[in-house]
């Protein structure tokens, strides 16, 4: 099983932009998609976005569209998600995440075998 690493959290002012990096150990073999959920204090687990190896489509969620952007790096079996715009309801821990979804449920953790174990980002003056 692929070990995921994360990094690039921090602490940024609302407005700014961030960039976070997550690379699997393993290489990409055991996946077809890789992306980012996160989690604020006392919410559920949101899905942000998410790269299809297969076709290299790209996916989001609602509350990040048009201001986040994920991109791959195929040689270093990783994944890179820009933030923009950032927002104090951004602020949570992101977890990195691989695996195997089907389409229908791509935006849902079903399918994602794979977990990094978290960076925190902070949106806050």
């Known amino acids: 099983q692929e070990a995921l690493v994360e990094s690039g959290g921090g602490l940024v002012q609302p407005g700014g932009s961030l960039t976070l990096s997550c690379a699997a150990s393993?290489?990409?073999?055991?996946?077809?998609?890789m992306g980012w959920f996160r989690q604020a204090p006392g919410k559920d687990r949101e899905f942000v976005a998410v790269?299809?190896?297969?076709?290299?489509?790209?996916y989001y969620g609602d509350s990040v569209k048009g201001r986040f952007s994920i991109s791959r790096d195929a040689a270093k079996s990783a994944v890179y998600l820009q933030m923009n715009s950032l927002e104090p309801d951004d602020t949570a821990v992101y977890y990195c995440?691989?695996?195997?979804?089907?389409?229908?449920?791509?935006?849902?953790?079903?399918?994602?075998?794979?977990w990094g174990r978290g960076t925190q980002v902070t949106v806050s003056s």
């Open positions: 995440a691989a695996g195997r979804p089907i389409l229908s449920s791509i935006r849902t953790e079903t399918g994602y075998t794979s």
């Open positions: 393993g290489g990409s073999y055991g996946f077809n998609a």
């Open positions: 790269f299809r190896w297969i076709d290299g489509r790209t």
